[in-house]
């Protein structure tokens, strides 16, 4: 069987879901390009003679070995993408496992346990806000009903997204007996954060930061741009820009972070005072204690500055992941045997997600720039194909003895 190698799979993803405007991937949810890097996954399982799985949270598997044996090592990642992210945030895991999965059947490994290859539906929460929303739905730490309750901007709720691309949305949520049958799972993803120096191909993960999403409405009061005086208005496009410097300033203070990096006007008129102001507000902390206090001091901040403008607000929390501690004696035998760093990172993964249900690792591959969600996202060759030979060993490690 001739199976296509690391750079011939990697050629294949390449052009799916890329703006030729900004060179970015646009692979949200239930859209056509997530169709496509689909259909390319399932080709790439049957294509081994792997058993192809849907499972009911629109997440893809491809199987060696009897999946209800149990005990069976998982590794894998995601597809989809942030609005114009970058070529390896998700692909670069999905690909690896394959290519690891390869370079093992090349060696002759013979396999003690079940192995499967999956790709996690939505992990960036691009499309519906939230991020994770495949693991999430099997971990069951977001329920059908939260899940139900999902729009993306034009008003589409997540089922009818589903539906419309032939998935049955009513067989969502909790899979225990999925998460039962899994031994380990790793996760092979793109480094985000400048943390491997030269020469250092490979890190594994120590911890993941807390973080969460949440909205902020400044409501104020539409009204003319030309014949409103100063003090007559109420608008809050002013209130929501001292609550974005605000963040900035706390988040720095507490060596945190803060974003908003996206926003929404209505009714969005150059010649009008806006009604209300959308921002959503990202943030993250080494500790959940420093989060907490980051995110109330930006509401008091942005409430302040509501009195002052004549602006209301209100605050909804969107998401929210607490802190992650991968599994100690997992991430000590993967970086022993790697001989890599351990590293904790600020970004969220689907890794995250099961390690409070199953033992759970990450490898990151270096990045040398550290620029990631963005389509300036880079890895070199060469550290992506020692990524490979990592993953193989680890692979190996856990399921050939
Ligand atoms: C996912 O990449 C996140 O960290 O938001
Ligand atoms: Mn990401
Ligand atoms: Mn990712």
């Keep these: 069987m001739t199976v296509p190698s690391f750079e011939e799979m990697w050629a294949e993803l390449l052009p799916v879901g890329r703006s030729a405007a900004s060179g970015g991937y646009r692979r949200f949810a239930w859209n056509s390009a997530d169709a496509e890097c689909r259909a390319w996954f399932e080709q790439q399982a049957r294509g081994r003679g792997l058993a192809y799985e849907l499972d009911r949270n629109g997440n893809q598997w491809a ?38 999965l390869d370079e093992l059947r090349s060696r002759g490994a013979e396999f003690t346990r079940p192995l499967a290859i999956v790709n996690f539906g939505d992990e960036e929460g691009a499309r519906f806000g939230v991020a994770c929303i495949g693991s999430r739905l099997t971990a069951g730490v977001l329920s059908p009903e939260q899940a139900y309750g999902l729009r993306d901007a034009d008003g589409v709720r997540l089922p009818d997204a589903m539906e419309k691309a032939g998935y049955d949305p009513t067989a969502i949520g909790a899979d225990e007996d999925r998460l039962a049958r899994i031994g380990a799972f790793v996760e092979l993803h793109v480094e985000q954060g400048r943390c491997l120096a030269e020469g250092q191909p490979v890190g594994v993960a120590g911890a993941i930061w807390p973080h969460g999403r949440w909205r902020f409405d400044f409501h104020g009061e539409a009204n003319h741009a030309g014949t409103t005086r100063i003090e007559d208005r109420r608008d809050p496009m002013l209130t929501y820009a001292n609550t974005v410097l605000a963040a900035r300033k706390k988040a720095k203070q507490a060596g945190a972070r803060a974003t908003f990096g996206k926003v929404a006007v209505e009714p969005n008129g150059t010649n009008a005072i806006a009604s209300l102001v959308r921002g959503w507000l990202d943030s993250r902390a080494a500790d959940e204690r420093t989060l907490t206090e980051l995110v109330e001091a930006i509401e008091r901040a942005a409430a302040e500055r509501g009195e002052r403008d004549g602006v209301r607000v209100e605050l909804t929390r969107e998401s929210y992941t607490p802190v992650v501690d991968f599994d100690g004696p997992l991430r000590d035998r993967l970086a022993k045997l790697l001989d890599a760093p351990v590293l904790p990172t600020g970004a969220g993964h689907d890794a995250g997600i099961l390690a409070s249900a199953i033992p759970t690792a990450m490898l990151f591959v270096r990045n040398p720039t550290g620029v990631s969600h963005s389509p300036a996202e880079h890895a070199e060759q060469a550290d992506c194909l020692a990524g490979v030979a990592a993953l193989a060993d680890v692979l190996e490690d856990l399921a050939c003895q």
Aim: net charge negative; charged share 10%.
């Design 63 to 100: 199987w060696l070995g009897d999946p209800t044996a149990g005990g069976a090592v998982v590794t894998g990642s995601h597809l989809d993408s942030v609005p114009d992210g970058g070529a390896f945030d998700g692909p670069l895991g999905v690909v690896s496992s394959f290519a690891a």
